[in-house]
């Protein structure tokens, strides 16, 4: 077992860093290092959770190939929703490494992963998607945010907030495309009166091409909030794979020789 020679912290002999601290390890064994003190008795009577945790094999940690996952999400959607397990179940194994006070967990609690499979089984996957994308980016960011060992690679902060848009410019795209076809439609004569007037070279009325301008507007108005959520559907693939670089990043951080997976 090696100790950390900044804070003496008790870490795993293949870490390069300490977790606690953030502290290079060098060539640091327990030939060079004394065993800490044992806690002050009035720090154990108090319960503090730095010395009562007990001690476990720390899980493997891994990294991720964020590309393989979506190339293989773009062929068969099920394969996102066990993306999603995975890094979850990273998160978790992440938890479970030595960490300062007050570091918040990010661990999923059982109960709500029962709670998000039940939501799409019952057909509601659009609301299990924002609680599940909520909990990613949101234990990710308040993990990173109070732990003292900063890294350059962060998750987004935006990332529900273009969740909603992109749905709601969906629904209105929706709804212009509706009214845009069914109210002309309602109208006497929309779909026969302007062919007649055409064969016979006639004018058409005002009222005809008034609902064909209102027509063509509405159409274009949906075309248009179709394409703007596509973009936006784009940019969110961007930030997972930027989600996953950030875990990825953190990773390395503790232990530098983890291992790249690009499949399970």
Known sequence: MTYCPSCGAEIGDHLAFCPKCGAQIAEVSEKTMPLPPPPPPEYAQKGHAQFQ??????????????LIWFLLTFVTGIVG?????????DMKKLDQYPKPPGVPSMTLDQNQMIMFIVLYVLGLGLIANYLIYSKKY??????????????????SRNYIKL????????????IFFTVGAIVPALTVGFYTDP??????????????????????????????????AMII????????????????????????????????
Do not use: C
Request: glycine share 6%.
């Open 81 to 89: 929703l066990i993306y999603l397990y995975v890094i979850f179940e």
């Open 195 to 228: 062919l007649i007037a055409i064969a016979g070279a006639a004018p058409l009325s005002t009222t005809m091409v008034s609902f064909i301008v209102f027509t063509v507007i509405f159409m274009v108005i949906g075309g248009l909030l179709v394409v703007g």
């Open 233 to 264: 559907g784009i940019y969110q693939i961007v930030l997972d794979f930027r989600w996953q670089e950030a875990m990825n990043e953190r990773v390395r951080i503790i232990d530098p020789n983890a291992p790249m997976k690009d499949f399970m």
């Open 53 to 66: 945790q007990p001690q476990q094999a720390l899980p493997q940690l891994v990294q991720r190939n964020y």
């Open 163 to 174: 969740m909603i848009g992109r749905d709601i410019m969906l629904i209105l795209s929706g």
């Open 138 to 155: 949101g234990m990710f960011n308040d993990y990173l945010d109070a732990h003292p060992q900063k890294q350059e690679k962060l998750p």
